[in-house]
């Protein structure tokens, strides 16, 4: 069905010429809702028209008041320069940080100094994140000197007890992929999210690994002799009500309707993996598109593609919001968020990140087949068979990016994310060109161009097709669920298991009528013909699993006690997702403390961090829709994520009631 025009596009698209637009788009800062952003959409504007590909860039108000839904707008960030310097010991004296020389040095977002910057001690405050680390420190009027992410810090030591500033050499770990001392001389992007245009604002500076680690050991040095550290910090920058630029571009349709692809362009200068990459993939795909409609090669798409390079979170909250008439017309969409990763340098696979269970779709099915059609790179010596070169898989959905957003069941843009995941320089000054392939890029930049099109050709012939492959991938995800039970000897949950994803399936399976401009006899035999399919294929891998555990004398898991809530249901206030800025935005920092020890002591006693409560969370906010209980989404979590805990959820959305996110429905 697709094979052709995947062929077509491929011989097209230039991972090259991608690679040249990564190239242009890292030399600009691109901090949200700055000069430097504008910049770089200025650039892409004029890269969709030099492709032939109609483009403007669309202004949103971003002041600090402003709201696009729940998410709360931040003002506009001008940096001028910014240094830090260390003065005593004088025989140490010399610039640690300087912002013209590296834009990641300096904590985005940092408010200015005086005009002569400020002088002052250094404290070491280990555990900075956690209150009673300040017991016995006396911090008002000095910089803190820290190796825990800065917002905790901020609060508590800013805001509560009077520091100046914040010096940090903090650097985020993926086990596996990145410790601290991979990556000794590297700068962690860092920065403040002021949640609103009144909230005292601060400055800091960030070190490397051996910086901050050597500047301990001076402080201590010097402590013991009785001796103080001191340093100048000199910050000239402004803060204001200013704009956040959309770029859109469009390929149009022959119909009303659209498909959507979304990259954001934002994060520091050199940044180029995240997420130039994601944009760069985006342009290319519209100019292989383009030229291909133009030359005759492909027809005019039926709905119209939309390419939307956005400020990430922001600059889709504010499309959205601000279009709200407009979102029935997307069919689908697809995130591209770090996509050109050279694998072996960064120890990435690409990844199809599918969107959540709460909202059935066949839009990540479609992903997951296009991207296993891109992994024949060689064939094996008989040509029997080919295979690709590159890691892949398909994942669950997790979120951490705009497919987040606008899968959202309120919002209902069904939108899996394409990713290059993990990445060893991810958010740090060594994310540069050097670690982009241009081969990921082409791979990227292919899939993405072959979705689009297809979606917005897409009709009967196509939905007859998808419908047949969707129920070959349920049958692979039950064989895969069963032998996982089998080898595991874990029987427990494997049958509600699978009847969640049968259920689930037969959701994504009746999306499809979203694709017909008409009823179709041959559509609906062929999905109905498809849920017959899953519900056979249920039926014989459970029973299969039954003679196997009955061979292995397992005995039968106990039944599950019906969970009720007497009839209340929560319903969200609010529509789009939730972020834990927005959540614990409106606590004091005293409340913000207390309920993150409060619940940081609970989540131990379970084996999980409060990141894991979030994302958790996350899953139960998008099954929340004023007819399910807490039991009911406490079981649907558990079913899609693993792991659920139901004083946990009650704990949160207590929370999310006194917040305003959310409304309880009696029975």
Same mark, same amino acid.
């Given at each position: 069905?697709?094979?052709?025009?995947?062929?077509?596009?491929?011989?097209?698209?230039? %991972?090259?010429?991608?690679?040249?637009?990564?190239?242009?788009?890292?030399?600009?800062?691109?901090?949200?809702?700055?000069?430097?952003?504008?910049?770089? #959409?200025?650039?892409?504007?004029?890269?969709?028209?030099?492709?032939?590909?109609?483009?403007?860039?669309?202004?949103?108000?971003?002041?600090?008041?402003?709201?696009?839904?729940?998410?709360?707008?931040?003002?506009?960030?001008?940096?001028?320069?910014?240094?830090?310097?260390?003065?005593?010991?004088?025989?140490?004296?010399?610039?640690?940080?300087?912002?013209?020389?590296?834009?990641?040095?300096?904590?985005?977002?940092?408010?200015?100094?005086?005009?002569?910057?400020?002088?002052?001690?250094?404290?070491?405050?280990?555990?900075?994140?956690?209150?009673?680390?300040?017991?016995?420190?006396?911090?008002?009027?000095?910089?803190?000197?820290?190796?825990?992410?800065?917002?905790?810090?901020?609060?508590?030591?800013?805001?509560?007890?009077?520091?100046?500033?914040?010096?940090?050499?903090?650097? /985020?770990?993926?086990?596996?992929?990145?410790?601290?001392?991979?990556?000794?001389?590297?700068?962690?992007?860092?920065?403040?999210?002021?949640?609103?245009?009144?909230?005292?604002?601060?400055?800091?500076?960030?070190?490397?690994?051996?910086?901050?680690?050597?500047?301990?050991?001076?402080?201590?040095?010097?402590?013991?002799?009785?001796?103080?550290?001191?340093?100048?910090?000199?910050?000239?920058?402004?803060?204001?009500?200013?704009?956040?630029?959309?770029?859109?571009?469009?390929?149009?349709?022959?119909?009303?309707?659209?498909?959507?692809?979304?990259?954001?362009?934002?994060?520091?200068?050199?940044?180029?993996?995240?997420?130039?990459?994601?944009?760069?993939?985006?342009?290319?795909?519209?100019?292989?598109?383009?030229?291909?409609?133009?030359?005759?090669?492909?027809?005019?798409?039926?709905?119209?593609?939309?390419?939307?390079?956005?400020?990430?979170? #922001?600059?889709?909250?504010?499309?959205?919001?601000?279009?709200?008439?407009?979102?029935?017309?997307?069919?689908?969409?697809?995130?591209?968020?770090?996509?050109?990763?050279?694998?072996?340098?960064?120890?990435?696979? /690409?990844?199809?990140?599918?969107?959540?269970?709460?909202?059935?779709?066949?839009?990540?099915?479609?992903?997951?087949?296009?991207?296993?059609?891109?992994?024949?790179?060689?064939?094996?010596?008989?040509?029997?068979?080919?295979? %690709?070169?590159?890691?892949?898989?398909?994942?669950?959905?997790?979120?951490?990016?705009?497919?987040?957003?606008?899968?959202?069941?309120?919002?209902?843009?069904?939108?899996?994310?394409?990713?290059?995941?993990?990445?060893?320089?991810?958010?740090?000054?060594?994310?540069?060109?050097?670690?982009?392939?241009? #081969?990921?890029?082409?791979?990227?930049?292919?899939?993405?161009?072959?979705?689009?099109?297809?979606?917005?050709?897409?009709?009967?012939?196509?939905?007859?097709?998808?419908?047949?492959?969707?129920?070959?991938?349920?049958?692979?995800?039950?064989?895969?669920?069963?032998?996982?039970?089998?080898?595991?000897?874990?029987?427990?949950?494997? $049958?509600?298991?699978?009847?969640?994803?049968?259920?689930?399936?037969?959701?994504?399976?009746?999306?499809?009528?979203?694709?017909?401009?008409?009823?179709?006899?041959?559509?609906?035999?062929?999905?109905?013909?498809?849920?017959?399919?899953?519900? #056979?294929?249920?039926?014989?891998?459970?029973?299969?699993?039954?003679?196997?555990?009955?061979?292995?004398?397992?005995?039968?898991?106990?039944?599950?006690?019906?969970?009720?809530?007497?009839?209340?249901?929560?319903?969200?206030?609010?529509?789009?997702?939730?972020?834990?800025?927005?959540?614990?935005?409106?606590?004091?920092?005293?409340?913000?403390?207390?309920?993150?020890?409060?619940?940081?002591?609970?989540?131990?006693?379970?084996?999980?961090?409060?990141?894991?409560?979030?994302?958790?969370?996350?899953?139960?906010?998008?099954?929340?829709?004023?007819?399910?209980?807490?039991?009911?989404?406490?079981?649907?979590?558990? /079913?899609?994520?693993?792991?659920?805990? $139901?004083?946990?959820?009650?704990?949160?959305?207590?929370?999310?009631?006194?917040?305003?996110?959310?409304?309880?429905?009696?029975?």
């Amino acid at each position: 069905m697709y094979k052709k025009m995947l062929e077509t596009i491929r011989k097209e698209v230039s %991972g090259q010429r991608a690679l040249s637009a990564v190239g242009e788009i890292v030399r600009h800062h691109r901090i949200q809702a700055s000069t430097g952003f504008r910049d770089a #959409a200025k650039w892409c504007d004029e890269a969709f028209g030099r492709a032939g590909v109609a483009s403007e860039i669309k202004q949103y108000p971003y002041d600090g008041y402003e709201t696009y839904w729940a998410a709360r707008s931040f003002e506009e960030w001008a940096p001028q320069s910014a240094t830090l310097e260390l003065l005593t010991p004088e025989s140490e004296a010399q610039v640690l940080c300087d912002y013209a020389e590296l834009k990641m040095s300096v904590i985005q977002r940092s408010a200015p100094t005086p005009p002569d910057g400020v002088e002052a001690e250094l404290v070491v405050v280990e555990a900075a994140d956690k209150d009673e680390s300040y017991e016995g420190l006396d911090v008002r009027g000095k910089l803190v000197v820290t190796s825990v992410d800065v917002e905790r810090v901020r609060q508590l030591a800013i805001k509560k007890r009077g520091a100046l500033g914040i010096i940090s050499d903090w650097m /985020m770990e993926f086990a596996g992929v990145r410790s601290r001392w991979d990556l000794p001389d590297t700068h962690q992007y860092t920065s403040f999210w002021w949640p609103g245009a009144d909230e005292p604002k601060c400055f800091g500076f960030v070190l490397t690994p051996r910086q901050g680690d050597w500047l301990r050991q001076l402080i201590r040095r010097e402590n013991a002799a009785g001796r103080q550290v001191t340093a100048r910090a000199k910050v000239e920058s402004s803060f204001y009500a200013g704009a956040i630029d959309n770029v859109e571009a469009v390929i149009p349709g022959t119909g009303p309707d659209e498909v959507l692809v979304v990259a954001h362009l934002c994060h520091p200068q050199h940044s180029a993996n995240d997420n130039a990459s994601g944009c760069a993939a985006a342009i290319e795909a519209a100019r292989a598109l383009a030229a291909l409609v133009a030359k005759g090669s492909l027809e005019p798409p039926r709905r119209t593609i939309r390419f939307l390079l956005v400020a990430e979170f #922001a600059g889709t909250y504010a499309f959205l919001a601000r279009g709200e008439e407009r979102i029935a017309s997307i069919v689908a969409a697809i995130n591209l968020d770090m996509v050109g990763q050279n694998q072996e340098l960064c120890g990435s696979s /690409m990844l199809i990140e599918k969107p959540p269970r709460a909202l059935g779709s066949f839009a990540g099915d479609l992903a997951e087949l296009l991207l296993e059609a891109l992994a024949d790179d060689v064939a094996n010596i008989a040509g029997s068979a080919r295979y %690709g070169l590159f890691r892949h898989s398909v994942t669950e959905f997790s979120g951490g990016s705009d497919h987040y957003i606008l899968s959202d069941p309120t919002v209902g843009i069904p939108c899996p994310m394409l990713i290059q995941w993990p990445d060893r320089f991810y958010h740090t000054s060594a994310d540069t060109i050097d670690k982009v392939d241009p #081969a990921s890029l082409a791979r990227a930049t292919s899939l993405t161009a072959a979705y689009a099109y297809f979606l917005a050709q897409a009709g009967e012939d196509q939905v007859c097709w998808l419908a047949g492959e969707m129920g070959g991938i349920f049958a692979a995800q039950c064989a895969k669920a069963a032998r996982a039970a089998i080898l595991g000897d874990d029987y427990q949950h494997l $049958r509600e298991r699978l009847s969640f994803l049968a259920e689930r399936k037969t959701v994504d399976l009746d999306s499809l009528q979203r694709l017909l401009d008409c009823p179709s006899k041959a559509a609906d035999e062929a999905i109905s013909a498809a849920a017959k399919r899953i519900h #056979a294929d249920l039926k014989s891998t459970l029973e299969h699993c039954e003679r196997v555990r009955c061979i292995a004398g397992a005995t039968p898991p106990e039944d599950q006690a019906d969970q009720t809530d007497g009839g209340r249901r929560p319903r969200r206030t609010f529509r789009g997702p939730i972020g834990r800025r927005e959540i614990m935005g409106k606590l004091s920092p005293a409340e913000q403390a207390a309920w993150a020890e409060e619940t940081t002591a609970y989540l131990k006693g379970l084996g999980k961090d409060l990141g894991k409560a979030f994302a958790v969370t996350t899953t139960a906010l998008f099954w929340t829709d004023g007819r399910r209980t807490m039991a009911e989404i406490d079981h649907l979590v558990r /079913m899609e994520s693993g792991w659920s805990d $139901r004083g946990l959820l009650s704990r949160v959305y207590d929370l999310l009631e006194q917040q305003g996110f959310v409304e309880w429905i009696d029975g």
